[in-house]
C-alpha cells in the first residue's frame, strides 16, 4: 500500500491500548453491540495474536525471549491480521477497531531496550512498524499496575512482566498519549461503564460514522 493511498482509506481505525490486564479485550467484547445499532458502516473487530503465528508468541512469552525477536514476531503477527482483515475493511469504507496495535510494539519494546542491550534500538522498532496506517483514535484503558497484578492473581495467571517492568510501560503509554489522538479512559471503573466511557468517546471523536 503506497502512502497515498493510506490517506485516502475511506475506513476508519481505532485502536485499544493499555498495560497487561487493563481490560482491553473485554471492552472489545461487547463494544460492536453497543455501537452497531448507531454506527453507519459495518463494524470489524481484530487485535494482537491472531494470526498462525500466536501460539509461537504465547511459548516465547513464557520462556522469555528478546526484544530483538519480539519485534519482528509481533510486526509479523500484527501484519498478517493487517493485509487479511484490517486493509480490506479500511478499504470497504467500514469501522476497525483493534486490540493492541503499533504503539503497544513501542511501549513495551521502549521499556525492554531501556533495560539491557540489544541489537536494534527504538528506532528500528518504529521502522519495522512504518508502514502501518495511523489509527484515528486510540483509546488508552489506564490502570494502576497494583490492579494489574491484582486481577492476575485472581484468575491464577502467570504472568511474563514484573512491577517495575510494567511501570515503565504505563509511563511510556503516558508518554505516547501527548503525542497523537489519544483518549485516556480510567479502566478501574465497572467494566460496563468502561466499555460506555469507550463508546461514547468513538462516537465523539468519529461522529460521521454514527446516526
Known amino acids: 500500500m503506497c502512502a497515498q493511498e493510506a490517506m485516502n482509506l475511506p475506513g476508519r481505525l ?16 461487547g463494544l460492536t453491540s453497543l455501537l452497531r445499532d448507531y454506527c453507519r458502516v459495518p463494524i470489524v473487530l481484530c487485535g494482537e495474536l491472531c494470526s498462525p503465528l ?3 508468541i504465547h511459548d516465547m512469552l513464557q520462556k ?15 501484519a498478517w491480521t ?14 476497525v ?27 528500528f522498532v518504529r521502522e519495522i512498524n512504518r508502514p502501518f496506517v495511523k489509527p484515528d483514535l486510540v483509546i488508552c484503558i489506564d490502570i ?5 497484578i491484582q486481577r492476575a492473581r485472581s484468575v491464577g495467571s502467570r504472568e511474563p512482566y514484573d512491577r517495575a517492568f510494567l511501570e515503565m510501560v504505563r509511563a511510556e503509554y503516558q508518554k505516547l498519549s501527548s503525542q497523537g489522538e489519544y483518549c485516556i479512559i480510567n479502566g478501574e471503573q465497572p467494566i460496563d461503564d468502561v466499555r460506555l466511557a469507550v463508546a461514547k468517546a468513538i462516537q465523539t471523536r468519529l461522529k460521521d460514522l454514527f446516526l
Open 82 to 95: 493487517y493485509e487479511a482483515e484490517c486493509l480490506p475493511a479500511l478499504r470497504r469504507g467500514e469501522l
Open 64 to 78: 522469555g525471549s528478546s526484544a530483538f525477536l519480539k519485534t519482528f514476531l509481533f510486526a509479523s503477527d500484527r
Open 54 to 56: 500466536a501460539p509461537i
Open 144 to 148: 494502576s499496575v497494583e490492579v494489574s
Open 97 to 123: 477497531l483493534w486490540d493492541r496495535y503499533v504503539d503497544s510494539a513501542i511501549a513495551y519494546r521502549a521499556t525492554e531496550l531501556s533495560k539491557s542491550v540489544s541489537l536494534i534500538d527504538l528506532d
Open 14 to 29: 481505532v485502536t485499544v491500548e493499555g498495560i497487561d490486564r487493563a481490560g482491553k479485550s473485554s471492552v472489545l467484547k
